[in-house]
C-alpha cells in the first residue's frame, strides 16, 4: 500500500510560480510511474503531467511549457514546479501513483492509476 501527501499548494497571484512536493511511502517509488491531475469545482479530474520511473515525461496540452514534473527516488518525492500561472490553473491537485513493471512510458488516463494523495489546493488570483 502506497500512502501519497501533496504539499506546497497556496494561493498566488497570476504569474507567479508554485512547486508542489508529493512524499511517497510504503511502496517501492522507483518501481511507480507518478502523475499530477487537478480538480475545478464542477468539474471532471484532469490530466496534468506524468513521469515514468524510467524518465519519460509527459504532459497536458494546457500546461506545456509552464509546468514542469520532476522526482527525486532518493527521497521519494516527486515535484511539479508551475511557473506563469494562470487563473484557470485553479484547482485541487493531486498526485497519483501506477505501478509499472517497464517504466518506458506514462499514462494520462486516471483509472489507469492506483493510489492518490488527499489533493492540495492551488488559488491564482487575477
Known amino acids: 500500500q502506497v500512502q501519497l501527501v501533496e504539499s506546497g499548494g497556496g494561493l498566488v497571484q497570476a504569474g507567479d510560480s508554485l512547486r508542489l512536493s508529493c512524499a511517497a511511502s510504503?511502496?517501492?517509488?522507483?518501481?511507480?510511474?507518478m502523475g499530477w491531475f487537478r480538480q475545478a469545482p464542477g468539474k471532471e479530474r484532469d490530466f496534468v503531467a506524468a513521469?515514468?520511473?524510467?524518465?519519460?515525461?509527459y504532459y497536458g496540452d494546457s500546461v506545456k511549457g509552464r509546468f514542469t514534473i520532476s522526482r527525486d527516488n532518493a527521497k521519494n518525492t516527486v515535484y511539479l514546479q508551475m511557473n506563469s500561472l494562470k487563473p484557470e490553473d485553479t484547482a485541487v491537485y493531486y498526485c497519483?501513483?501506477?505501478?509499472?513493471?517497464?517504466?518506458?512510458?506514462?499514462?494520462?488516463?486516471?483509472?489507469?492509476?492506483?493510489?492518490w494523495g488527499q489533493g492540495s489546493q492551488v488559488t491564482v488570483s487575477s
Open positions: 497519483a501513483a501506477q505501478y509499472d513493471a517497464y517504466g518506458s512510458t506514462v499514462t494520462s488516463a486516471v483509472n489507469e492509476y492506483d493510489y
Open positions: 513521469m515514468s520511473w524510467g524518465g519519460y515525461t
Open positions: 510504503g511502496g517501492t517509488f522507483s518501481s511507480y510511474n
